[in-house]
């Protein structure tokens, strides 16, 4: 690895980085718009640190659905973490509080500027930039967001009750780029629609989020 290469790596993933990072603010305001305190939405993004889960849990609890409710949605959102884990562990090769750190920074951008390196030292680079900053600026940015959400009101006065969907999905469209992925959005979001009148709130993101599980297997089962 040179200094360039490095420098190189850096420089890409501090890119990332900030621009990932300043969704906090989008989490922030939801995370208040949705009934929590501003308390409560710094230390999930303290606690769990990864996106797509907070946003499905603010609006499972937005939407009146139960505790359990949201914290099944979300850790079903953040099983995909467990498989990047097991890609990522032999990459970086970590051990003991190591290991542990990285755990809990990995995440869709810090794997991504992680997993294709030529070597170790890069790889580890891409990852420890991206994850680091990425956390910083996601929980700098969540306490402005709430903060500011708290000050604004009844978020529906000023149509913020659709901000988790907005916000979900602006997470959402940079990886719908292959016909299945976008095949199985469209599914799963005519499939959550469908189940919306039918069931308790929460509910129909797990079922969402089943049709993605079985799309998967069916394919795997192709191969």
Known sequence: MTEADRR???????????????????????????GLTVAQTCVLSLLMFTGASQFALAGVLGAGGSAVSGALTALLLGTRNTLYGLRMAPLLGYRGWRRAAAAHVLIDESTAMAVNRPDRDLARAGFWTTGLTIFVLWNLTTLAG????EQLGDPRDLGLDAAVGAAFLAL???????????LTALLAALVAAGAVT????????LVAAGVAVLVGSLRRGER
């Open 8 to 34: 190189g790596v850096v420089r890409d993933s501090l890119g990332v980085a900030i621009a990932t990072g300043t969704y906090g603010l989008g989490f922030g305001a939801v995370g208040v718009a949705s």
């Open 146 to 149: 709430a903060l500011a959400g």
């Open 198 to 205: 039918a069931t308790p709130a929460g509910v129909p993101v």
């Open 172 to 182: 959402l469209w940079p990886r719908l780029t292959t016909p299945t992925a976008r």
